[in-house]
């Protein structure tokens, strides 16, 4: 490797991009193409940096098992933050198996952030987790144990392990300092807002406040009965009931627990949940039946009771009854949550993450573009959505993943 090569590799190491293009700019040689498309796409480039690397790979040929698979991570990185997420991450997979195998143990282990800020993107945490275990951060150069905690935080972060996110934040700073990077601590600092940021509306007794995340966390290990419209559960200290899959069910649940202790009457109680303006014989009787379908569900929670005007939540074990619900409600808010990362998303990547169809996600975009809450460029599958970050709209309690005892 010639000495210009080196200059630029360090220049981007220290992330000095313009610095790296001064070295390499000329240059059409495969190592020369590689870090060309790596400093476009720190510039922010990431069509002509996706178009570099491709070229690199090609030109490094087959005996360069080592350089290929190295610009196979740079473009895997730039699909992730270009919210490709149809990328084909089995290539990110076996990229980092060729790295391991000859000893690059600095991007392999980028390798394996890349591969675990995807999975923490669509919410599978127990995968991120395991990856995340297998690797050892203490060897590794400061930017790469920055990256490493950045991840470690983002999980404690969605299973509402406060301490442990902060913790890991601050290791995150401590490396991103040494590491001597604007961007990276910068990349810190954001996502550290997220634990001073109101994440959740608690209504409790006809009143209503804003939570932290901690709070979040405290709240569910304070024994108080919650009506989690977050992930629409309903929860206590030891037992988690779903109603996702019961949407009518959930709508009861909610209107009883904010009610508490008082009881909610049967008009309203079908106003909340079948929206009938005309109550008539059947809804009364739809009620009925609902209302027994929410006890069996509660059983082991709480009862709910028939009074004089209609009906009450009785909780079993807590003292307390509260709902928890988002901080933003609206319709397509978990939509509006990921565009809130100030990214641009296709429509297919949004259903990747939601796990909705891509039609699903269509007619919400064009509904909340009609109300001009989002706006989109270019066409057909080159199509991209984004709207500016929303204030006081954190997304970690509407993005995917399981809560604590879900």
């Known amino acids: 490797m010639d000495s210009l090569i080196t200059a630029a590799a360090h220049a981007l190491a220290a992330g000095d991009p313009l610095g790296a293009l001064k070295r390499v700019a000329l240059r059409d040689d495969a190592p020369a193409l590689a870090l060309r498309g790596i400093a476009m796409a720190q510039l922010g480039d990431l069509v002509r940096a996706k178009a570099l690397l491709k070229s690199a790979a090609r030109a490094f040929g087959r005996r360069e098992a080592v350089a290929r698979a190295r610009c196979v991570v740079a473009e895997a990185e730039i699909a992730l933050v270009s919210r490709d997420l149809s990328w084909p991450a089995k290539a990110l997979d076996a990229a980092r198996a060729t790295l391991e195998a000859h000893g690059d143990r600095v991007n392999a282990a980028h390798a394996r952030n890349v591969e675990v800020r995807r999975l923490l993107l669509i919410g599978r945490l127990d995968e991120a987790e395991r990856m995340l275990s297998a690797l050892d951060p203490s060897p590794l150069p400061p930017a790469a144990r920055a990256a490493h905690e950045l991840a470690v935080a983002g999980i404690a972060a969605r299973r509402l392990q406060t301490k442990t996110a902060h913790a890991a934040l601050?290791?995150?700073?401590?490396?991103?300092?040494?590491?001597?990077?604007?961007?990276?601590?910068?990349?810190?600092?954001?996502?550290?807002l997220v634990l001073?940021?109101?994440?959740?509306?608690?209504?409790?007794?006809?009143?209503?406040r804003t939570l932290l995340l901690g709070e979040v966390e405290a709240l569910?290990?304070?024994?108080?009965?919650?009506?989690?419209?977050?992930?629409?559960?309903v929860r206590d200290e030891r037992q988690v009931v779903s109603l996702a899959t019961r949407p009518i069910l959930f709508a009861l649940a909610r209107a009883l627990a904010e009610a508490w202790p008082a009881d909610v009457s049967r008009s309203t109680l079908l106003a909340r949940a079948f929206r009938a303006?005309?109550?008539?014989?059947?809804?009364?009787?739809?009620?009925?039946?609902?209302?027994?379908?929410?006890?069996?569900?509660?059983?082991?929670?709480?009862?709910?009771s028939a009074t004089k005007n209609g009906f009450a939540l009785v909780p079993r074990r807590a003292g307390e009854v509260v709902v928890l619900a988002p901080p933003v409600e609206e319709r397509h808010a978990a939509v509006l949550a990921f565009l809130a990362d100030g990214r641009s998303w296709s429509s297919s990547a949004l259903a990747i993450a939601l796990g909705a169809s891509p039609r699903t996600v269509q007619r919400a975009l064009e509904q909340?573009?009609?109300?001009?809450?989002?706006?989109?460029?270019?066409?057909?599958?080159?199509?991209?959505?984004?709207?500016p970050p929303l204030t006081g709209f954190p997304t970690i309690l509407?993005?995917?993943?399981?809560?604590?005892?879900?």
């Open 220 to 233: 569910f290990a304070s024994g108080a009965l919650v009506v989690d419209a977050c992930r629409n559960v």
């Open 277 to 304: 303006k005309h109550a008539d014989e059947s809804h009364r009787a739809r009620l009925r039946v609902e209302i027994g379908r929410l006890r069996a569900e509660l059983r082991a929670l709480a009862d709910v």
């Open 196 to 208: 001073k940021t109101p994440a959740a509306r608690l209504i409790a007794r006809g009143e209503e």
């Open 368 to 387: 909340l573009a009609e109300a001009g809450k989002v706006q989109s460029f270019g066409r057909g599958p080159a199509r991209r959505w984004m709207t």
């Open 170 to 192: 601050s290791r995150a700073a401590e490396a991103a300092r040494k590491a001597d990077i604007p961007a990276l601590t910068a990349e810190v600092e954001n996502a550290a």
């Open 398 to 406: 509407l993005l995917p993943g399981p809560l604590p005892s879900d």
